[in-house]
C-alpha cells in the first residue's frame, strides 16, 4: 500500500497537529514548564521535541520562539536546592533546581530523571542552534545561549555528578542506574554536552560517561533467535563488569515504551558522529519493529521487545513517538508503516498524549527522507 509522500505526512501534520498543539498542547506546555513540578519535565519533553522537529522542517520562527519560551519558563522556575520548601533530598547544596509536586512520583524530592528528561532536548536545541549560525546572529542571542548552557553545565551537570560522588564516591553511579532507558538520558546529553562545553573536565566526563553507556548497552543488545537481523534485549544491565552501573537481581525483558529513550539516544549517537555505532545498528533496531513489536494484522505495538505483551504496561508498546518512530527518516517502508498506523489507530496516538510529537516527527523523518534521497 502506497501511503507515504511528502505532501500526506505534511498535511497530517497541518491537519492534525497544528490544530492540537494550538487549541491545547501549547497551553499545557506553557503551564507545566512554570510549575516547578519536576514530574511535569517529562510530559514538556515530549513538546520541546516535536517544536524542535516542526521547526527543522519549516524554518517558522514560531515554534522556535516557543520552544525558547518553554526553556526559559524551566530554567526560571529552579530553585535553590536548601531553600526548596518541602525538599526531602538526603542531599541539600546551593545548586538550582526542582522538586516532584506529584503524589508517588518522588513526591517532595529531587529526581535526576526528571531533570535529565528535559535536558536532553534543550541540549539538542542549543546545538541545532549553535550550528546553523544562530547564536552568533546577535550580542543578545549570544548572551541567552550562554545563559542556557552555564545553567545545564553547573545545575544539571555538575550538580549530579558531585551528587553521584558524595552518595557513591563514584563519578557516574547515579547516571548509569540499573536501567537502559534511564541512562540513556544522560548519555544522549554527554554525547551534545561534550560538542558545546569548552570546560575541558566535562568534556572529559562526558565521553567517559556515553562511552560507558555504549559499553554496558553493546553487551545486553542480543539478536533475535526468531528474527537474527532484529534485536532483543533486557533493560536491566547483562555485565556491569568495571562499569560504574549497578545490577538488578533479576534480569527484566525491555519494554518498548521505555525502549523509546534508547532507540533515540542511538540516532542522537548515529547523528553526532559516534563510532560506536552505525547504520547496521540502525537497521536491526527497524527490523525489531518490523518483524517483531508490530502486529500487522492489528496494526498494534507489542509491549514488549520480544514481541509478547505486558501486565504491567499493557498496550504502552503503543507510545512510539519518542524514539521508535524516528527510526523512519531511516527507511521507507517503515514511515509507512507509522503512516498507515496514524491512519488506523488514532485513538492510539490520543490515548497516550503523542499526537503532535507524533506528526511532528512523521513530517521530519519526510524531510529526512526527501533531503538524502
Not at 498542547?25 to 521535541?49: E, H, K, P, W
Not at 547516571?175 to 575541558?200: D, K, P, Y
Request: charged content about 20%; proline content about 2%.
Amino acid at each position: 500500500m502506497q501511503l507515504s509522500n511528502r505532501c500526506f505526512t505534511q498535511s497530517l501534520f497541518i491537519e492534525k497537529s497544528i490544530n492540537e498543539y494550538n487549541t491545547g498542547f501549547r497551553n499545557i506546555y506553557f503551564t507545566q514548564s512554570i510549575s516547578a513540578n519536576s514530574y511535569d519535565f517529562m510530559f514538556v519533553s515530549t513538546g520541546l521535541d516535536a517544536l524542535q522537529a516542526i521547526y527543522t522542517v519549516t524554518k517558522d520562527s514560531t515554534y522556535f520562539n516557543d520552544e525558547k519560551k518553554i526553556i526559559d519558563n524551566v530554567i526560571s522556575s529552579a530553585k535553590v536546592s536548601a531553600a526548596i520548601p518541602g525538599n526531602t533530598y538526603k542531599i541539600k547544596d546551593d545548586y538550582l533546581g526542582w522538586i516532584s509536586n506529584t503524589p508517588d512520583r518522588a513526591y517532595k524530592n529531587e529526581a535526576q530523571l526528571f531533570e535529565s528528561y528535559i535536558f536532553q532536548y534543550i541540549v539538542k536545541c542549543l546545538y541545532q542552534l549553535k550550528e546553523s549560525g544562530w547564536v552568533s546572529f546577535s550580542p543578545e542571542r549570544t548572551q541567552w545561549y550562554n545563559n542556557v548552557l552555564f545553567f545545564t553545565e553547573k545545575n544539571i551537570w555538575e550538580k549530579w555528578v558531585n551528587r553521584s560522588i558524595r552518595q557513591s564516591g563514584l563519578s557516574y553511579r547515579i547516571f548509569l542506574g540499573i536501567r537502559t532507558h534511564m541512562a540513556a538520558h544522560w548519555a544522549g546529553i554527554a554525547l551534545v554536552l561534550e560538542q558545546l562545553s569548552q570546560n575541558s573536565e566535562i568534556k572529559k566526563q562526558c565521553r567517559e560517561l556515553y562511552t560507558a553507556y555504549d559499553t554496558l548497552l553493546k553487551r545486553n543488545l542480543q539478536p533475535n533467535p526468531a528474527h537474527p537481523t532484529a534485536y532483543l534485549w533486557n533493560c536491566t544491565w547483562d555485565d556491569n563488569d568495571n562499569v560504574q552501573a549497578r545490577k538488578d537481581s533479576k534480569a527484566i525483558i525491555q519494554d518498548v515504551s521505555h525502549g523509546n529513550h534508547v532507540i533515540s539516544y542511538i540516532i542522537t549517537a548515529l547523528e553526532m558522529g559516534s563510532p560506536n555505532w552505525t547504520r547496521e545498528d540502525i537497521n536491526k533496531f527497524i527490523n525489531t519493529v518490523k518483524y517483531v513489536i508490530y502486529d500487522r494484522q492489528k496494526h498494534i505495538f507489542s509491549d514488549l521487545v520480544d514481541g509478547t505483551s505486558s501486565l504491567i504496561t499493557p498496550e504502552r508498546g503503543n507510545f512510539q513517538a519518542d524514539g521508535w518512530l524516528k527510526l523512519g527518516r531511516y527507511d521507507r517502508d517503515l514511515q509507512n508503516l507509522y503512516i498507515h498506523f496514524a491512519a488506523t489507530k488514532e485513538n492510539l496516538l490520543n490515548k497516550y498524549a503523542q499526537s503532535f510529537q507524533y506528526y511532528a516527527n512523521l513530517a521530519l523523518n519526510e524531510y529526512y527522507i526527501q533531503l538524502n534521497n
